[in-house]
């Protein structure tokens, strides 16, 4: 086969989608900004960098995100099988070396006969031609995105995400820090608890309320992710919300009391030598020196040593109902197809998800085969459906089992083995179909 594919961005969805239209015989030219310069959360020279957590969220099929592991592994995902290779001890989460993972990745791409990485920054869309697929993800370069723009014809649409800090762990006391999962879940191992008193949970939300912050506004309803909401901010919610939320002290017991704690901020490994923690759910807008001084009053932090700090981001997304079909392609320009969270889907796996559907689809179109488009009874269909729905207020899409209620009689839950069997059911074929396809390029290429 003589055709080419172009990947432009060479994050989670950009690397997932080269890797399966190579293995479908097309030749990819991957361009990266990497590793001459890097967006502002970027810093690994590698590809496929997970820029804030390491975690790719729930393991299990009982959770939405879970779900869509699962029909990626059947679908044949590579990051999905460096993930599993990757994986460090997470509880119920699947989480993954964050160094190990991106050099496993940017090793299968440089060594694939068929891929050719280059490192360049891509301005405008013209700069090359033929099939492409636009995998820039939410730090898009500011010349492309405003290329895009023009192209697209709509206003700027953007919100803000943030990144939780990480922290060296030999700078931690671990007098004062406990070992344990939630509810006794995965390894004894996981997680670094640091019970907060009474006192020292409200003088915590005091100072973080009272916090110097970097973007000093307040800002709009809608223009933060809720997912990923600053911890200062659900601070100013209500003195209790943290209590509720990334502070919940559930399923733990302080070892001190024997009781449970009154709240509890958590570090999750972040490597398999465990040399660095992950504060968990401390993203943040705070400026390093309050950083530095508010999260050292936490048990156990006073002399952390924080290899990245916290930092907020614009966030770039475009408004895929309008300019996308169920293959992921621009309705107005067929060669061309965006993957990741610039097409809209939120979050790591759903990126990948997104890479693995374009890829699959741009050499679909290119050796003039049937292009993959999963009915929104499993997840992967489900997420496609929601960002190619005309809505007013587009926003990002997460995995959740909201995606198959229209699929739903109002007794029905989701979660229980319907939706399983369903998205078995749905994703098969599918599977099979890539199967074969994949059999052939090997043959004719041995
Ligand atoms: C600050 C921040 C924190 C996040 N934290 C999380 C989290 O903890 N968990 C989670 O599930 N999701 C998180 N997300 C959301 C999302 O899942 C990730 O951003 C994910 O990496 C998106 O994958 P992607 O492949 O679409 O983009 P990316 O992984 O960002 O990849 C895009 C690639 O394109 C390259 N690029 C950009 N512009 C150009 C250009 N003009 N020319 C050439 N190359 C270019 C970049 O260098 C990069 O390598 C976060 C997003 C942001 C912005």
Not at 26 to 52: F, G, I, W
Not at 365 to 374: F, L, V, Y
Not at 393 to 402: A, C, F, I, L, Y
Request: hydrophobic letters at 40%.
């Amino acid at each position: 086969m003589g055709a080419s594919l172009t990947v432009i961005g060479a994050g989670l969805a950009g690397c997932e989608a080269a890797l399966q239209a190579a293995n479908l015989g097309v030749r990819v030219d991957v361009y990266d900004l990497k590793p001459q310069t890097m967006t502002p959360a970027h810093s690994n020279p590698n590809y496929a960098e997970l820029v804030c957590s390491n975690s790719l969220r729930g393991a299990g099929r009982e959770s939405a995100v879970g779900l869509l592991k699962d029909e990626l592994r059947r679908l044949g995902s590579y990051l999905m099988d460096v993930a599993d290779r990757t994986a460090v001890p997470a509880g119920g989460a699947l989480a993954v070396d964050r160094e190990l993972f991106a050099a496993e990745v940017t090793a299968a791409l440089r060594r694939h006969s068929r891929i050719t990485c280059h490192s360049q920054r891509i301005c405008s869309l013209d700069e090359i031609g033929g099939p492409r697929i636009v995998a820039t993800g939410p730090l898009t370069g500011e010349e492309l995105y405003a290329d895009l723009q023009q192209r697209l014809g709509q206003g700027s649409l953007y919100y803000f995400d943030a990144v939780a800090p990480l922290v060296a762990a030999d700078s931690l006391d671990m007098d004062e820090l406990y070992f344990a999962s939630r509810y006794g879940k995965g390894g004894g191992k996981d997680y670094l608890n640091a019970y907060l008193s009474r006192e020292e949970y409200y003088d915590f939300v005091r100072m973080l309320t009272e916090g110097e912050r970097v973007i000093r506004r307040d800002f709009e309803p809608g223009e933060i992710f809720e997912g990923c909401v600053p911890i200062e901010e659900i601070a100013r919610r209500g003195p209790e919300s943290l209590r509720y939320g990334p502070l919940k002290p559930t399923g733990l017991r302080d070892p001190r009391t024997g009781r449970r704690p009154f709240a509890c901020v958590q570090l999750r490994r972040d490597d398999r030598q465990a040399e660095t923690y992950n504060l968990v759910g401390f993203q943040t807008n705070l400026t390093f020196t309050a950083q530095r001084e508010i999260f050292g009053k936490i048990p156990g932090l006073r002399r952390a040593k924080f290899i990245r700090y916290g930092v907020m981001h614009r966030n770039t997304y475009i408004d895929s109902a309008r300019i996308l079909n169920a293959a992921l392609q621009w309705k107005d320009n067929p060669e061309i197809f965006f993957a990741g969270q610039i097409a809209g889907l939120e979050g790591y796996v759903e990126a990948i998800a997104g890479g693995l559907l374009a890829g699959v689809n741009a050499a679909a179109m290119i050796s003039g085969e049937r292009m993959m488009t999963p009915s929104p009874r499993s997840i992967l269909g489900g997420l496609v459906r929601a960002i190619t729905t005309p809505v007013t207020d587009p926003q990002p899409v997460q995995s959740n089992w909201g995606l198959q209620i229209p699929f739903r009689t109002a007794r029905q839950d989701p979660r229980r083995d319907l939706s399983r069997t369903e998205s078995a059911e749905e994703i098969t074929p599918w599977r099979e179909m890539l199967q074969s396809r994949r059999r052939r390029v090997l043959l004719a290429t041995h």
